[in-house]
């Protein structure tokens, strides 16, 4: 795409080493330790990152199609607008919307895995960090950010991937976000808002590269996941358990950290599929 900045061959990541894998519960005081002793980029390398690259068929498995509001929003857009989807994951928020609007649609994500599926649904994927979008200032129309931002574990780099996202979209363009949130009745005796939540991922996954979703076993984009493999008299094999890191958002919070990034106006807040989520329109270039 033009609007890209040239960043080198598609699909590198560069990684650094994994901690130790750790069973923690949701609001583990050893969780926050992690989190103040300046380590974040490791911290999220090994927490988010690396599962996400161990774990995508599986999850992608089980994300066939955009929420309904997120498929409204995106399907609200008008004919030929640039959309950007920060942390696209496979795609399925935006591989919906390919057909008949001529949008230009750029997945961007750190999982290179993930985002093979979605280049694999048609859409234009390019390995990123959030915190450094690859898209010049004020070329999108409208981006959206579904279910990523709570990943990042500090303050200061969530509200840096806010700001990238507000410095990419031109004056007027539209911005949507969604976020978990600390009220889902999983989390009612967590101790804290950042939380480890643990995947299980399933026996018939393990060992295998990121695919379609159709080729992985996954569902198609129309309907509900497959049903189990039928039983066996093999004896089943061990859990194999990946550990993700979440900042559970409140009410209000995500509005307020928008409020300090600046350059844009809330036009709505609402909850949805376990997200507070937040609809901003930008009011003015953002300042160099």
Do not use: C, E, K, P
């Given at each position: 795409l033009q609007f890209l900045y040239l960043i080198g061959r598609w699909g590198g990541v560069s990684l650094a080493v994994p901690m130790p894998p750790e069973k923690r519960k949701y609001g583990d005081a050893r969780l926050d330790e992690h989190l103040r002793d300046g380590t974040a980029e490791a911290f999220e390398t090994a927490h988010v990152h690396d599962v996400y690259e161990t774990i995508a068929p599986h999850f992608s498995a089980t994300r066939y199609k955009a929420w309904p509001q997120v498929g409204a929003f995106v399907e609200a857009q008008p004919a030929?607008?640039?959309?950007?989807?920060?942390?696209a994951g496979n795609g399925k928020s935006l591989a919906?919307?390919?057909?008949?609007?001529?949008?230009?649609?750029?997945?961007?994500?750190a999982s290179t895995s993930l985002l093979r599926i979605a280049a694999e649904k048609g859409l234009e994927a390019v390995t990123s960090n959030a915190l450094a979008l690859p898209v010049p200032t004020e070329r999108a129309d409208c981006v959206i950010s579904i279910a990523?931002?709570?990943?990042?574990?500090?303050?200061?780099?969530?509200?840096q991937a806010l700001r990238e996202m507000v410095r990419v979209l031109r004056p007027g363009g539209m911005l949507l976000v969604y976020v978990w949130s600390a009220g889902q009745k999983r989390f009612a005796g967590a101790a804290s808002q950042d939380v480890t939540v643990p995947w299980t991922l399933s026996e018939r996954f393990r060992g295998k590269k990121a695919k379609t979703d159709a080729a992985a076993g996954g569902a198609p984009d129309t309907g509900p996941p497959p049903p189990p493999p039928p039983p066996s008299d093999a004896a089943p094999a061990a859990a194999e358990v990946h550990d993700r890191y979440y900042h559970l958002y409140r009410e209000g919070e995500l509005e307020a950290m928008l409020a300090s990034v600046g350059c844009v106006e809330v036009v709505r807040?609402?909850?949805d599929c376990d997200n507070w989520c937040v609809e901003a329109r930008k009011t003015a270039p953002v300042p160099s």
């Open positions: 030929g607008s640039v959309i950007v989807d920060v942390g919906g919307v390919l057909a008949g609007r001529q949008h230009v649609l750029l997945a961007t994500d990523m931002l709570h990943h990042l574990s500090t303050d200061a780099r969530r509200a807040s609402y909850y």
